[in-house]
Each structure stands twice: as C-alpha cells, then as structure tokens.
C-alpha cells in the first residue's frame, strides 16, 4: 500500500471515532513518505483524539517544520497547548495561523474556544462584569442573535444564573447559547477584537469570488472556442465522411440546414431536412424543424402534413415526448395562422399531455380567449337584437318584468353597442327592485352613449333608492341640460328636494353622502364653512355669498346630502333649512320655489 493509500485508511478510522487505529494507519503512511505533512498533521489530530496531547504537540510542530505557510498546522499545535492547558501558548498559536491563513474557520474558532476557556478562569476580557450589566436583558433584547432565545423558558433564568454566579459560566460554556452571548458582549464592548477577523474573512471571500469568475469564464471561453471547433470541423465535412454512417449523416444534413434556416434561406433549408430525414427516417427532429421552415413560408397546410407525420413516425419509433411536443405546438401555430382556433386548442392541449412548458400553457391561454371572443362576434346580429328587443318592450307592456329581462338578454348579447337595450333592462331591474343593476345597466348605456337623457333620468331614480341624493342630483341636472322641458328630469329633481326641505334626516342617506369624494371636499372648503355660520349669525352677507353660483351649488348639495360642515361637525338641522331656503330664493329654480312655497 502506498502513502495516500495509508492516509485515506486513516482518515476512514478518524471519522469511526477509531483514534488508535488511525494513529497507526498515519504511522505507516509516515514511514513510507515522511515529508508529507498531512500525514502528521492528521497524526497530531489523532494523538489529540487519544489525549496524547504531548505526542500530538510533536506531530504538530514536525508539521509546522514541513509547510511553514499551511495554517492547519499551527491549528493542531494550538488544539494540543489547549489540551495541555498552556492557554496563552495556544491563544499565540492560533494568532500565528491566522497571519498564514486570515479566516480560517479551523483557527477563529479554536481562538474563541481557548478565549472564552480564559474568560471563564481568569475574566481576561472583563466577561464576569460584562455579564453583570444591569441591562443584560435588555441587551439580549435588542440583539437579532440573541432575541429569539427569550422565547425559551430557561434562557432568562440561565441569564440570572450568569450574573448572580461567577461560577456558572464555566458549567454552561459548552452551551451555544452562552457562547453567543459571550462574543456578543465582547464584541459590543471590544468592538475591535472581530475587526482583523472579520475583514480578512471578507477579504478571503472576495478572493474566492472573484477566481471563481475567473475559472467561469475561462471554462465559458474554453467552451465556445470547443464548440467554434466543433462547428468548423462539421462545416468540413462532406457525404463521404458518413458513407457507413447514416446516423451521422442525417445530423450533418441537419446542422446544414439549420445554418440555412438561420440564414432565412428557406428552400436550402427544406432540401437539407429533407436529405437528413432521407438518410435516417428516425431522426423526427428534422420533420420538426421543416416543419418550422414551412410555417415562416406561411404554407401551414404543409406545416401541419410534417408535423403529423412527425407525431405518426415518433411515436412508432419511440422518440423523445418533446420532440412529439414540440410537433403538436407548431400543428398549433399554423392552426392559429388558418383561424381554426378549436383545432389548435386540440394541438396545444395534446402538446401540454406530452410535455408542459410555461410557453404552450400561455398560447392555449391566448388561443381560448381568442375563441371566446371570435364565438361572441360570430353570435352578433344587429337584426335579430332588435327582433328581441321588441320582445323585451311587448313583455314590459305586459308587465312580465322577468321574461322581458330575459328578452333583453339575448339582445345584449347580439348587439352589446344598442345603449337603449341596457336601458330597458334597467327598467326591468328597477320594477324588480334591484337597484344596483339597474344602475350598472344605466353606467353601461351612459358609457355607449353620454347624452342618453332617458338612462340619466333611470339613474337617478336608481340613486334615490340607494340614498345616494347627491348623485341623483347631478344625475337630472345633467339631463335638463340636454333637455330642459323633460318632466321626468322634473320630477326627479322635486322628489330630491322635498326630501331636502322636509326636515328629516335620513342617517343612511347621510353616511352614503359623507362616503361621496365631492362632499369631502365641499366640507373641507373654508369659504362654505364661512357662509354657513353666516347664516345662523349674519344672514346678510350669506346671501351676498350666495349670489355665487358656484357657492350656491355646492350649498344645494350639502343640501340634498342633509349634512354641512361646522366647526368639523354637522350644521344643526336649523341651519340646513336655513341654507336649503336661500338657495332657493337665489337659484331661481321654479320647482324650488314651489317646494318652499
């Protein structure tokens, strides 16, 4: 058996926990090679294992002689001082390591180990009073570390123990907890004694990242200049080289075909993919890819023909299920260029069973909704929804709001544009007392067309019943604008106002005005807070103010709301009489005057 031979026995002996057995494997390995400082450096360790700490020093010493630089060895001579218990030589050990090797978790961690054994017999570092702080708790508290440890029902009474008890820390140091807890101390009131180690251990790690960079893109280079080779030493190739070899000949045929493909030469391409299915039947990836060819020449006809015939052949010869993926997505795509949008659900479906990726998953998303929408365009029929809208407007007459509905329905859906069918099943809706669709089907008619003073005039009505007056409000406005003399309009208006000027407020209908963005912001205005203390207080100069037409309607609006700001709370219902009783007389709105009248 050879050196490395004795080594490897030995270390297979050092992990059993088998230290004697190693000592010996590392003996015999020694014989045979003895400038091999592992060897003695793995001896020290089982020497220490053994608690030989006397041979292991030796060993550890012989090893420093033969690799000066190594920082292991200077680990193992600080493990046998500590065993020995010369702390200050084995503290002097490890520093010496860490000038060789900065960072070394085998160095850093055995020099806390001997500093806190120090700590612990001698309070080099001052730990006893550290641990005497009064706000130790609260230390513990603050720390990211340590915080978690809390939740432990010992951890506390172990903190006391710490500080009532000098004694205690040498029982507990083996405690990870207390280790933690020692070196957060140290480091908060020592805050150099990390500093050397935690900078070289920075430093170490930048180094180690930037040659792992380097050996990257050395092997990135290295690939490309092998691939950039390969690629060459193909293009050289001719049909003689692959006269035994039709595997091999096929792939030439399609790495040339490829290159054409690339090179957007189309008809090359398709004579290459040609010549390598010809030469190897099995090679279905080329049935694919001309495939792809035929789609780019728009002749998807014979784009789907390859790609059956790819399914048909791969599937008898067992090729690979991404190839047959592959063949039912492209079949997809020309499916989707020929607007046969149910047979490329098929072919994206079959592709997903073969293979699911991410890409087909989206196209058979894009395609159903492409469906979808290509069904509801070819249900569109401007004739036969105004065959059901008369339906609907006969079964109104009739006072069959349901049916009506129904009616309406299936008109909405040949002919979605026709603003006056939503607001016909408004009507409905609103004779069943169902306020919030009656008013989506009004938004709806209003979004087609704007000016449709009849779906303005349901709206509002609709916004009465929600105890929305405010928007009701504007609602009948805007549609005397468009049509002064509508009674309708007219009449909506009045059942605003009479519930306004009647006194009562209703507390629903406050709380949905208060929720109205334009309320806010009229009860944040400080000009409208003034006029309505005028009112109470000097009645003259309200009317002044009132003579402002934008003052004027913002003050009919509170008005509608029942509600006015005052000192950031609602004006007594005096004062909104008050208010609703001067618009009045300055708007000069004859059903206003008649409502106060």
Known sequence: MSADDFKAKGNAAFSAKNFSEAVECFSQG????????????????????????????????????????????????????????????????YKKGL??????????????????????????????????????????????????????PDFPELLQELKNDKAALGKHLNDQRVQLLLQELLRESNPNIFKKAEEDEIRRRKEKE????????????????????????????????????????????????????????????????????????????????????????????DCIADCKKAIEEGRACRADWKIIARAFERMGNAYVKQDKLDDALAAY?????????????????????ALKEQTAKAY???????????????????GKWIQ???????????????????SNRALCFMKLMEWPAAKADCDKAL??????????????NCFIMLKEQTKALADFRKGLEIDPSNQGLLSGIQRVESTMFSGQRDPDAVANAMKDPEIQQILQDPVISNVLRDLQNNPAAAQDALKDPVIADRIQKLAAAASSPSANTAVPDLAVEAVAMQWCVEAGNSMSRAMCT
Request: glycine share 6%; with cysteine.
């Open 447 to 460: 979004e087609i067309e704007p000016t449709f003073v009849r779906a303005l005039e349901r709206r509002g």
């Open 404 to 422: 009506a509905k129904e009616a309406y329905d299936e008109a909405i859906r040949r002919n979605p544009k026709d603003h006056t069918i939503f």
């Open 30 to 93: 020694i014989q045979l090679d003895g400038s091999n400082h592992v060897l003695f450096s793995n001896r020290s360790a089982s020497y220490a294992g053994l608690k030989q700490f006397d041979k292991a020093l030796e060993d550890a010493d012989k090893c420093i002689s033969l690799k000066p630089n190594w920082g292991k060895g200077y680990g193992r001579k600080g493990a046998a001082l500590h065993g020995m218990g010369d702390l200050d030589s084995a503290v002097e050990a």
């Open 210 to 301: 930037a040659a792992e960079e380097a050996k990257a893109k050395k092997e990135e280079e290295e690939a490309k200049r092998k691939l950039a080779e390969e690629a060459a030493r193909k293009a050289a190739m001719t049909e003689e080289d692959f006269k035994d070899d039709p595997k091999g000949l096929s792939d030439l045929f399609k790495d040339k075909g490829n290159a054409a493909y690339k090179a957007k030469n189309f008809d090359e391409a398709i004579s290459l993919y040609t010549k390598a299915y010809e030469a190897n039947s099995e090679n279905i990836t080329v049935l694919t890819n001309r495939a792809a060819v035929k789609f780019e020449q728009k002749a998807y006809d």
């Open 99 to 152: 000038e060789v090797e900065p960072g070394l978790p085998m160095l850093t961690n055995g020099l806390k180990d001997v500093e806190a054994e120090m700590a612990a017999s001698g309070d080099s570092f001052g730990i006893n009073n550290l641990l005497n702080r009064p706000d130790l708790l609260e230390f513990v508290a603050k720390s990211p570390t340590l915080s978690p440890f809390l939740v432990q």
């Open 380 to 398: 569109l029929n401007p004739e036969k929804a105004a065959e059901e809208k008369e339906k609907g407007n006969a079964l109104v007459k009739e």
């Open 349 to 369: 479906n079959d592709s997903l069973v073969e293979n699911r990726t991410p890409a087909v998953e989206k196209k058979l998303r894009e395609t159903e909704k």
